[in-house]
């Protein structure tokens, strides 16, 4: 019987007195894969920093064995670490954006690890190309001349899956890894990250909230409440036959991927198809739109086109944005679905016309609010949350407190005074969406808001969402590649391909009946997912 490569017994890990991992115990064998799930803040991020010894000076680490491969890693120190770190572990973190170098360029840094485990350049260059291919980057033997703010957030986060797998780690720390993918994408990611786990023989430890992802991946998966394992199994006892209670309460947030808006919620009717939210007859519309202006029409999307590099991001989008409807946009990591919210927002130059309807008070541009991707760039690092929550509802208008703002996205209230370095990654986007939302705004525009968090404060959050809907009459345009989230808050779905909307219709439409074989790719790969998992009963038949 074989020793297992990675020993984590009676693992404690404390902040200035304040224990954040208490007394975890587990094991992954080589080859092996283990899942770690919880809630954010649960301790799951900072349990994995104590396997490559990244937590840093603050934290006081104890445990009775802390081993990877062999190596006590609560004794290396030096050049010892710098070999432990670059042989035999590697990490793909939760925000790539953050972890890449702005001013390299991607291809070099890919290269960089190669060269620095003693490959020639030109090897290292090869070598490159070969990690963006099997990584379903687009254009592999030219993007690496880009620079990470030149990527989208899904194909940054695919450099860094690249960078780390060119290293050939003996163990390889998922931290979130498919945040920012679409379901097509990340199937193909996590099957790759699986053949090479078998072929090359390095284990993983898979840190995510995404339970059905975890479950389909996983040999193994411990449950994390509060930095306590509250529950251990292998993936199919743990999801689909839970014992603790916070299991069990995991498990039921999952969103359901073949249930639309919860009951009692509006399904908003579009100008062309009075039974419901509009449909293909809508995509083009007038040549001028305001030959033929609709009071129902929030925003007029004519001729929309983008492109970076000469390379369009954006090829001659046409959409109706109807007051009071959640619009879903989905599409591949690339596709276009953000560089079209910040198009609304205005953070972008662009070719076409976005005509956005004036308000009540005659105003013909009405704020826009953002949720990004990326909580933790767009947050203020010297304000704390009260700062952040009391400034955005004076500036919106609103008519609530900081306190009130913060408990309706489930912030709790001793996190008001903290900065943003002090808060876990689904609490800044908490924040984040809280922000946006501070005061009554025709169109708020979100880009992957709940990638970050945990189902229990997703669902919370995707509740805000439609609660928002139906009392304020806000317009939101949602992007997600979490289809069963879109599912959850759409009236209708907008699907992405190369800068092109290739299908849109009413939400159940395109599950149910979804001909573009993009949608179809989507579709399937989300559903497929949740059937690795084991989550059949959740399903609509085959």
Sequence with gaps: MTEPLVRVDDLSVAYRGTRVVDR????????????????????KSTAAGTLTASLGPDAEVRAARLEVDGTDVTAVRGDRLRRFRRDVVAVVHQEPGLALNPTMTVGRQVAEVLRNTGSGRADAERATVEAFTRVGLPSPETIGVRYPHELSGGQQQRVAIAMALVARPRLLVLDEPTTGLDATVEAGIMALIDELRAELGFATLLISHNLPLVAAHCDRVGVLRRGVLVEEGTAAQVLTAPTDPYTVQLVEALPDITAGKPAGRPVLAGPSNPAGPAGPADLAGPADPAATADPAVLVTVRALRKEYDGQAALDGVDLDLHRGEVLGVVGESGSGKTTFGRALAGLVRYDGTIDLAADDSGRRTPPVQVVFQNADASLNPRRTVRQVLGRAIRLLGGDGTAEQLAARVGLAPDVLDRRPAQLSGGQKQRVAIARAFAGPVPLVVCDEPTSALDVSVQARILDLVLDLQQTTGTTCVFISHDLAVVRRVADRIAVFEAGRIVDVAPAERVFDDGSHPRTRALVD????????????????PS
């Design 525 to 540: 790969a989300a559903f497929d997912l949740r059937r690795r998992a084991g989550l059949t009963a959740r399903l609509a």
């Design 24 to 43: 975890l115990s587990f094991t992954i064998d080589a080859r092996g894969s283990y899942g770690l799930v919880g809630e954010s803040g649960s301790g």
